[in-house]
T-cell receptor, first 113, second 114 residues
Framework: SQQGEEDPQALSIQEGENATMNCSYKTSINNLQWYRQNSGRGLVHLILIRSNEREKHSGRLRVTLDTSKKSSSLLITASRAADTASYFCATDPVQTGANNLFFGTGTRLTVIP | KAGVTQTPRYLIKTRGQQVTLSCSPISGHRSVSWYQQTPGQGLQFLFEYFSETQRNKGNFPGRFSGRQFSNSRSEMNVSTLELGDSALYLC?????????????FGEGSRLTVL
């Protein structure tokens, strides 16, 4: 399976703390994306990092990508209760068709007010 | 601009029945992808349509099929339902024609098979 693995599976932090989630994958990729999902709802795109990029920022989000280790991390700074959700990494492998993303297993983040 | 719309949001079927789910993409998006989400298998790619043509297909049995209409709206059908087909079915649209960019997801159709 090309599905990625994320760790931790669950993370619980206090409001204001930083949250870090990690993603590992198996194949060469065009890009890696992070999505957020509130319970039972659709996924919302957070950020995309291309294979030739090492770090990207968007607001309180910071994503890193290490293609040599086939891993990525998502950092959410100054977390808020509203950040409580599941977070998924998704890879766009080089040898698959367009819009065929392979999703990780997800990290369930709980931010305690 | 309206988002991706999926109908119905919830449905209950019994084993052996069939079901059709509908997805209206964001206006101007010509690519529609379908994903199945279950607690055990996570998010899995079903298929992707672009300009009424299926371009990619995931590793699902032939009971899972789809189509896309000239207005880019898409439907997926599952025949001879099994208990394991209970899942959240997510549709996503994209304006990209080549490498995958951002996907815009609908709220999903939650199917329960009894």
């Amino acid at each position: 399976s090309q599905q990625g693995e994320e760790d931790p599976q669950a993370l619980s932090i206090q409001e204001g703390e930083n949250a870090t989630m990690n993603c590992s994958y198996k194949t060469s990729i065009n890009n890696l994306q992070w999505y957020r999902q509130n319970s039972g709802r659709g996924l919302v795109h957070l950020i995309l990092i291309r294979s030739n990029e090492r770090e990207k920022h968007s607001g309180r989000l910071r994503v890193t990508l290490d293609t040599s280790k086939k891993s990525s991390s998502l950092l959410i700074t100054a977390s808020r209760a509203a950040d409580t959700a599941s977070y998924f990494c998704a890879t766009d492998p080089v040898q698959t068709g367009a819009n065929n993303l392979f999703f990780g297993t997800g990290t369930r983040l709980t931010v305690i007010p | 601009k309206a988002g991706v719309t999926q109908t119905p949001r919830y449905l209950i079927k019994t084993r052996g029945q069939q079901v059709t789910l509908s997805c209206s993409p964001i206006s101007g998006h010509r690519s529609v992808s379908w994903y199945q989400q279950t607690p055990g298998q996570g998010l899995q790619f079903l298929f992707e349509y672009f300009s009424e043509t299926q371009r990619n297909k995931g590793n699902f049995p032939g009971r899972f099929s789809g189509r896309q209409f000239s207005n880019s709206r898409s439907e997926m059908n599952v025949s001879t339902l099994e208990l394991g087909d209970s899942a959240l079915y997510l549709c996503a649209s994209s304006s990209r024609t080549g490498n995958t960019g951002e996907l815009f997801f609908g709220e999903g159709s939650r199917l329960t098979v009894l």
